[in-house]
């Protein structure tokens, strides 16, 4: 047999079993947390590949090695692409021109600029303190935190998010909010709560869903943060926007993970909100909020970007673990999608639009939705496999029980020719595009008589 066709046979069976020993790895130790969709893509195919390879391997001579000539390109890229996500520490790529800065590579980003002299911190979401992100070494954060604050630090630089190569950076208000100075001490009009969309990521500041509704309402309140839920916008609204009394508050739902969110808060101290009587008194905290968030923003940084040690580069490499996290092919020990308690949700509508009337205010909700649902070949992330239509149709039935006007944004998005274009890249938020139309259409539906 000659050389080449023995080469190619070997690349063919090695390639095949690797397959299999990665698929065995994967349903061994994460297959009870994966869903029957993501299953098929981070087991099924590679296990298709893999037979497919060994099938090949039994094949004439001369098939073999002109398979081997088109994998072998294929998988060197693909090789290549693995070792420019995990070998660096710093997590920072320079693609083109662009700086993409991952968003596990905020103490890199904000040290950067407090070399400059720039008071400067990481925006810390909220849910890291109670029922979030796994804790980072060395901060025991349960122990420093005797209240769960809703907002970032006061009157700081603040490092949002990256999506498009473009670190999006803002100073906060007097309450740690992502608004102008000075805007506690005036009226509002009105107040926007909800999660990341509200907040402002991931575009520049001027494109930002509150300041393109301000251009029509100049009075307008922004207290939405990335990774709020149900239950933390209730708490916002009940320890910030009750003091302003605005005419109306506008309440932003986005699809792709609120009822995630309402599952992971209703286990947390955040569930207190549910009581009309508890509050935290946060307003009047300011201080002891921005000590508090200070000291964990400063050990953050301190704690530098996540470096991993040779042996656990390694093991990436060989799983291809950092590009199967670029393209959310990644498996992971967390739980499957939990329940979704839309009766629990259906409480908390009736809950806030109590708060709001109490005041003489009107409360208006906002239905975001997620790209998936324009894009059906998009797979969905793990903790979120649910189905779009029938979150829509649950959240739907609950809002019009409870008697509020609604802004549906699904339907306007489907009314345009390419709803695809209002993000910027499958995983990311709304592009400037979107948020233009989002913000049009939620100012025609609460200045309409």
Same mark, same amino acid.
Request: proline share 6%; glycine share 8%.
């Given at each position: 047999m000659p050389r080449a066709e023995r080469f190619a046979g070997f690349v063919l069976r090695t390639g095949g079993l690797y397959l299999l020993l990665a698929v065995a790895y994967g349903a061994y130790h994460f297959g009870a947390s994966l869903g029957a969709g993501r299953s098929v893509m981070v087991l099924?195919?590679?296990?298709?590949?893999?037979?497919?390879?060994?099938?090949?391997?039994?094949?004439?001579?001369?098939?073999?090695?002109?398979?081997?000539t088109m994998i072998v390109p294929v998988a060197l890229a693909v090789v290549a692409a693995e070792l420019m996500l995990t070998v660096p520490d710093r997590q920072e790529l320079d693609l083109m021109g662009t700086r993409v800065v991952w968003r596990d590579n905020r103490a890199t980003a904000v040290s950067g600029l407090r070399a400059k002299g720039i008071r400067a911190y990481p925006f810390l979401p909220p849910k890291e303190f109670d029922y979030g992100d796994s804790p980072i070494a060395g901060v025991r954060r349960h122990e420093? &935190?005797?209240?769960?604050?809703?907002?970032?630090?006061?009157?700081?630089?603040?490092?949002?998010?990256?999506?498009?190569?473009?670190?999006?950076?803002?100073?906060?208000?007097?309450?740690? &909010?992502?608004?102008?100075?000075?805007?506690?001490?005036?009226s509002i009009d009105v107040a926007l709560v909800g999660d990341s969309f509200v907040h402002g990521e991931c575009v520049a500041p001027?494109?930002?869903?509150?300041?393109?509704?301000?251009?029509?309402?100049?009075?307008?309140?922004?207290?939405?943060?990335?990774?709020?839920?149900?239950?933390?916008?209730?708490?916002?609204?009940?320890?910030?926007?009750?003091e302003k009394r605005p005419h109306t508050v506008v309440w932003f739902f986005y699809e792709g993970n609120d009822m995630e969110d309402l599952a992971a808060e209703a286990l947390a101290p955040m569930a207190r909100y549910e009581d009309?009587? &508890?509050?935290?008194?946060?307003?009047?905290?300011?201080?002891?909020?921005?000590?508090?968030?200070a000291r964990y923003g400063d050990s953050v940084i301190a704690a530098g970007p996540?470096? &991993?040690?040779?042996?656990?580069?390694?093991?990436?490499?060989?799983?291809?673990?950092?590009?199967?996290?670029?393209?959310?092919?990644?498996?992971?020990?967390?739980?499957?999608?939990?329940?979704?308690?839309?009766?629990?949700?259906g409480s908390i509508f009736r809950i806030v639009k109590g708060e709001v009337e109490s005041w003489g205010g009107r409360l208006h909700f906002v239905y975001?939705?997620?790209?998936?649902?324009?894009?059906?070949?998009?797979?969905?992330?793990?903790?979120?496999?649910?189905?779009?239509?029938?979150?829509?149709?649950?959240?739907?039935?609950?809002v019009r029980a409870a008697n509020i006007p609604v802004t549906d944004v699904a339907a306007v998005f489907s009314g345009h020719a390419d709803p695809l274009s209002f993000w910027i890249w499958r995983r990311s938020h709304y592009s400037e595009d979107g948020y233009r139309i989002v913000a049009d259409a939620v100012v025609a539906d609460i200045q309409r008589p």
């Open positions: 099924g195919i590679p296990l298709v590949v893999a037979a497919t390879l060994l099938v090949a391997s039994k094949m004439a001579g001369s098939v073999q090695v002109t398979l081997v420093r &935190f005797p209240i769960v604050p809703l907002g970032g630090i006061s009157r700081a630089v603040t490092l949002l998010c990256n999506e498009s190569g473009t670190d999006v950076i803002y100073e906060s208000d007097e309450r740690g &909010f992502n608004n102008p100075p000075g805007i506690w001490s005036d001027g494109r930002q869903l509150a300041a393109l509704i301000r251009r029509a309402i100049p009075r307008t309140l922004n207290v939405g943060v990335a990774g709020a839920g149900p239950l933390s916008e209730l708490a916002a609204i009940r320890e910030y926007v009750r009309s009587t &508890f509050t935290q008194g946060l307003s009047a905290r300011g201080r002891e909020i921005d000590s508090a968030l996540r470096r &991993f040690t040779t042996q656990e580069k390694l093991r990436r490499v060989l799983l291809l673990r950092g590009l199967r996290t670029a393209l959310s092919l990644d498996a992971s020990e967390r739980p499957a999608t939990p329940r979704h308690d839309y009766d629990r949700l975001l939705p997620e790209r998936r649902r324009y894009d059906r070949r998009m797979a969905t992330s793990l903790g979120e496999e649910h189905d779009p239509a029938a979150v829509h149709r649950e959240v739907m039935r609950r």
